[in-house]
T-cell receptor
Framework: NAGVIQTPRHKVTGKGQEATLWCEPI?????VFWYRQTIVQGLEFLTY????????DSGMPKERFSAQMPNQSHSTLKIQSTQPQDSAVYLC????????????FGPGTRLTVL | AQKVTQTQTSISVVEKTTVTMDCVYE???????LFWYKQTASGEIVFLIR??????ENATVGHYSLNFQKPKSSIGLIITATQIEDSAVYFC???????????FGAGTKLTIKP
């Protein structure tokens, strides 16, 4: 079985440009989570969806960041007007059922903002 | 808000010995779940083991076991018979009963020497 798929694996953008990151959860999983990992801040929760509905976006920067899950097979994280401090590894995870405990992580997208 | 603290930045042990990693947490939730995840050198994040707060018995999976001390808000990870491939960064993490978002500690880098 394929794991969580994230594309692209690496993305380089210029300051002020837009970045869209894609996540395909494991087939049959009903929750998708987004996290960000940096050396300074570590692993930080951003947002999550359960059955395509947004549940908690408390970790999302209020400006410039948005996430969607238009269907059960993919989610996107969009960053508008990227800034150097947005440089990080963005991780997507999925979970198989309501209130299931374990989350299965994708390989991440390394975003570099120049 | 939940908080997870790992004070050990790095640990180095000889292969085939036992290692213990410390973790303390803070939460106002009466029920919660505690986890340990491992991040390999390739960046892959893998779930290892879970402890439910209402269970008194320490969880064990393979050569991983937990030392759960609820009054101390402590959840230590014990790895027995360590192998070279156990070298990785280990993250302690937790979530509440209702909300599925996970709060991670800063991680402990484990190096297994031959």
């Amino acid at each position: 079985n394929a794991g969580v798929i994230q594309t692209p694996r690496h993305k380089v953008t210029g300051k002020g440009q837009e970045a869209t990151l894609w996540c395909e959860p494991i087939s049959g999983h009903s929750a998708v989570f987004w996290y960000r990992q940096t050396i300074v801040q570590g692993l930080e929760f951003l947002t999550y969806f359960r059955n395509q509905a947004p549940i908690d976006d408390s970790g999302m920067p209020k400006e410039r960041f948005s996430a969607q899950m238009p269907n059960q097979s993919h989610s996107t994280l969009k960053i508008q007007s990227t800034q150097p401090q947005d440089s990080a590894v963005y991780l997507c995870a999925s979970s198989p059922r309501d209130s299931s405990y374990e989350q299965y992580f994708g390989p991440g997208t390394r975003l570099t903002v120049l | 808000a939940q908080k997870v603290t790992q004070t050990q930045t790095s640990i180095s042990v000889v292969e085939k010995t036992t290692v213990t990693m410390d973790c303390v947490y803070e939460t106002r939730d009466s029920s919660y779940f505690l986890f340990w995840y491992k991040q390999t050198a390739s960046g892959e994040i893998v779930f290892l083991i879970r402890q439910d707060s209402y269970k008194k018995e320490n969880a064990t999976v393979g050569h991983y076991s937990l030392n759960f001390q609820k009054p101390k808000s402590s959840i230590g990870l014990i790895i027995t018979a360590t192998q070279i491939e156990d070298s990785a960064v280990y993250f302690c993490a937790m979530r509440g009963y209702g909300n599925e978002k996970i709060t991670f500690g800063a991680g402990t880098k484990l190096t297994i020497k031959p």
